[in-house]
């Protein structure tokens, strides 16, 4: 088996000179989703640039990778931004149910990982009608990955895979390690999560009426049809069954998500390109490996994306084939 890994100065130096042009065109799209009005912004540099639907990730995080829990790095936007000065155009989304797609409605009893990739398809055929483009690459962080991954399966106008701190393995499992690794956490929420997750990978709906209040939020009633969808997916074997390029782009001081995942992904079939950022974190600004010191970087917008992390998206979707 055979696993195309680039380091970063690899990336860095195949990368196209930054070079001085006129600022990138600013639009916001809408496109009909199955369930309503979604919208988005598109950052194009110029006609004819390739272009990446950037997908979020978990929970209510908007088109500029902010959400109201503490997360206000901007990192979306910033990426969007470096992406347009190298040539590449992008896509970035608000989630059904959330923000300016609002409209579009999200039925927690129905919500599931193959509903977020039918609004996909939606925003493909949008993005391909609006720029004439015969394809757009998808470009999923964190659980975005996943989304990304299930969407191109069977989604028509797919170049490939970018794929940004996006687990290797079962979320669930995910999940369990970031519990188990928190030493703040005392035994019994170990065991709490631990039932949940256990059921929910069954699944099986549960009571959690009994759970501790900080579990409430994660695995209350009215998230557990969605968390039983999310856990159902192998995010190596979507990548094993999709024949198209696939870029896996991870950083070091990741705490949500680490090189392990990063690997799985990229050992999952031959012709996966892996490309290592030292020192990225999950919200792709450079960081420390301390827990302290690294969620510090969450909320600062005026922070920077960590080097090479553009340059790397951008060498490849330029130069993939």
Same mark, same amino acid.
Request: hydrophobic letters at 45%; glycine letters at 10%; a neutral charge.
């Given at each position: 088996?055979?696993?195309?890994?680039?380091?970063?100065?690899?990336?860095?130096?195949?990368?196209?000179?930054?070079?001085?042009?006129?600022?990138?065109?600013?639009?916001?799209?809408? /496109?009909?989703? $199955?369930?309503?009005?979604?919208?988005?912004?598109?950052?194009?540099?110029?006609?004819?640039?390739?272009?990446?639907?950037? !997908?979020?990730?978990?929970?209510?995080?908007?088109?500029?990778?902010?959400?109201?829990?503490?997360?206000?790095?901007?990192?979306?936007?910033?990426?969007?931004?470096?992406?347009?000065?190298?040539?590449?155009?992008?896509?970035?989304?608000?989630?059904?149910?959330?923000?300016?797609?609002?409209?579009?409605?999200?039925?927690?009893?129905?919500?599931?990982?193959?509903?977020?990739?039918?609004?996909?398809?939606?925003?493909?055929?949008?993005? +391909?009608? +609006?720029?004439?483009?015969?394809?757009?690459? =998808?470009?999923?962080?964190?659980?975005?990955?996943?989304?990304?991954?299930?969407?191109?399966?069977?989604?028509?106008?797919?170049?490939?895979? /970018?794929?940004?701190?996006?687990?290797?393995?079962?979320?669930?499992?995910? !999940?369990?390690?970031?519990?188990?690794?928190?030493?703040?956490?005392?035994?019994?929420?170990?065991?709490?999560?631990?039932?949940?997750?256990?059921?929910?990978?069954?699944?099986?709906? =549960?009571?959690?009426?009994?759970?501790?209040?900080?579990?409430?939020?994660? #695995?209350?009633?009215?998230?557990? $049809? #969605?968390?039983?969808?999310? #856990?159902?997916?192998?995010?190596?074997?979507?990548?094993?069954?999709?024949?198209?390029?696939?870029?896996?782009?991870?950083?070091?001081?990741?705490?949500? !998500?680490?090189?392990?995942?990063?690997?799985?992904?990229?050992?999952?079939? $031959?012709?996966?390109?892996?490309?290592? !950022?030292?020192?990225?974190?999950?919200?792709?600004?450079?960081?420390?490996?301390?827990?302290?010191?690294?969620?510090?970087?969450?909320?600062?917008?005026?922070?920077?994306?960590? $080097?090479?992390?553009?340059?790397?998206?951008?060498? #490849? /979707?330029?130069?993939?084939?």
């Amino acid at each position: 088996m055979t696993i195309r890994t680039l380091a970063i100065a690899a990336a860095l130096a195949l990368a196209a000179p930054v070079t001085a042009q006129a600022a990138p065109a600013e639009a916001v799209l809408d /496109v009909a989703g $199955p369930t309503g009005k979604l919208q988005g912004t598109m950052l194009s540099p110029a006609a004819g640039a390739p272009v990446l639907l950037i !997908i979020p990730g978990s929970g209510p995080t908007d088109r500029d990778g902010n959400n109201p829990l503490g997360v206000k790095g901007s990192s979306y936007r910033l990426l969007a931004e470096a992406l347009a000065e190298r040539g590449v155009a992008s896509v970035r989304i608000d989630k059904r149910g959330q923000f300016a797609s609002a409209g579009a409605k999200a039925d927690t009893a129905t919500l599931s990982v193959a509903a977020y990739a039918d609004d996909m398809k939606a925003w493909i055929a949008e993005v +391909r009608r +609006r720029t004439g483009a015969k394809c757009v690459w =998808l470009g999923g962080h964190s659980e975005g990955a996943l989304v990304a991954s299930v969407t191109a399966q069977d989604a028509e106008g797919v170049c490939g895979l /970018v794929l940004i701190s996006g687990s290797g393995r079962r979320l669930s499992d995910v !999940i369990r390690e970031q519990i188990a690794s928190n030493p703040a956490n005392p035994p019994f929420i170990l065991e709490q999560t631990d039932k949940a997750l256990t059921e929910l990978r069954a699944g099986r709906t =549960l009571d959690v009426s009994g759970f501790h209040p900080g579990l409430q939020p994660l #695995f209350g009633p009215q998230v557990q $049809p #969605f968390l039983i969808s999310l #856990f159902s997916y192998d995010p190596a074997e979507l990548v094993k069954a999709y024949k198209g390029p696939v870029l896996v782009v991870q950083g070091t001081t990741d705490l949500q !998500i680490t090189m392990v995942d990063a690997e799985r992904l990229a050992a999952a079939r $031959p012709g996966v390109t892996l490309v290592r !950022i030292e020192g990225m974190n999950h919200v792709l600004k450079t960081a420390p490996a301390d827990r302290l010191g690294n969620m510090s970087t969450y909320g600062d917008a005026s922070l920077p994306l960590a $080097p090479g992390v553009a340059d790397a998206i951008a060498t #490849f /979707v330029k130069n993939a084939r």
